[in-house]
T-cell receptor, first 112, second 108 residues
Framework: DAEITQSPRHKITETGRQVTLACHQTWNHNNMFWYRQDLGHGLRLIHYSYGVQDTNKGEVSDGYSVSRSNTEDLPLTLESAASSQTSVYFC???????????FGQGTRLTVV | TQLLEQSPQFLSIQEGENLTVYCNSSSVFSSLQWYRQEPGEGPVLLVTVVTGGEVKKLKRLTFQFGDARKDSSLHITAAQPGDTGLYLCAHRDDKIIFGKGTRLHILP
């Protein structure tokens, strides 16, 4: 069965370190998204991609970057982790407009 | 960015009661989606509404898209503990923008 997986599920890192969160989907979807979820803010869009070599900034993109070298993967990199980036991160993928978005199980990141 | 306002933020009711949660905006949408998220999991799509005035039913859940396509509601009949979760509405165009959600708790 097709799926979307995130790794790691939990990570603790120190302030200033570079961190990469992985997202891998086997749906062959062109569209992929990264969100962070915090109490009181809901799901906020960080970056998204419509296909290989395409990346776009979302509403909270500062301090984050993504790259899309193939259809299956959209890794999210925190260039220099900050305590404000402690959050739960969700990756999603989808097909065309109005179709269902499938979410990973999330990565809980703690920056100390 | 088209803002989606969800209300109430929190709702705790007894099993067997009925409830309605709302998703409102000042913008017109081509479609709206409703997702449910359980603790420790990612959101899962419940329904997509596309046509103004559209009503869709999913067992005890009834979804309605406003005539003007600016708002939507979710009505749950005879709520059960399994309905507990975070209900999110989302606007889907080239990206997916979510409201902050309604956190629903059904007491047994």
């Amino acid at each position: 069965d097709a799926e979307i997986t995130q790794s790691p599920r939990h990570k603790i890192t120190e302030t200033g370190r570079q961190v990469t969160l992985a997202c891998h989907q086997t749906w062959n979807h062109n569209n992929m998204f990264w969100y962070r979820q915090d109490l009181g803010h809901g799901l906020r869009l960080i970056h998204y991609s419509y296909g290989v070599q395409d990346t776009n900034k979302g509403e909270v993109s500062d301090g984050y970057s993504v790259s899309r070298s193939n259809t299956e993967d959209l890794p999210l990199t925190l260039e220099s982790a900050a305590s404000s980036q402690t959050s739960v991160y969700f990756c999603a993928s989808s097909g065309d407009l109005n179709t269902e978005a499938f979410f990973g199980q999330g990565t809980r990141l703690t920056v100390v | 960015t088209q803002l989606l306002e969800q209300s109430p933020q929190f709702l705790s009711i007894q099993e067997g009661e009925n409830l309605t949660v709302y998703c409102n905006s000042s913008s017109v949408f081509s479609s709206l989606q409703w997702y449910r998220q359980e603790p420790g999991e990612g959101p899962v799509l419940l329904v997509t509404v596309v046509t103004g005035g559209e009503v869709k039913k999913l067992k005890r859940l009834t979804f309605q898209f406003g005539d003007a396509r600016k708002d939507s509601s979710l009505h749950i009949t005879a709520a059960q503990p399994g309905d507990t979760g975070l209900y999110l509405c989302a606007h889907r165009d080239d990206k997916i923008i979510f409201g902050k959600g309604t956190r629903l708790h059904i007491l047994p």
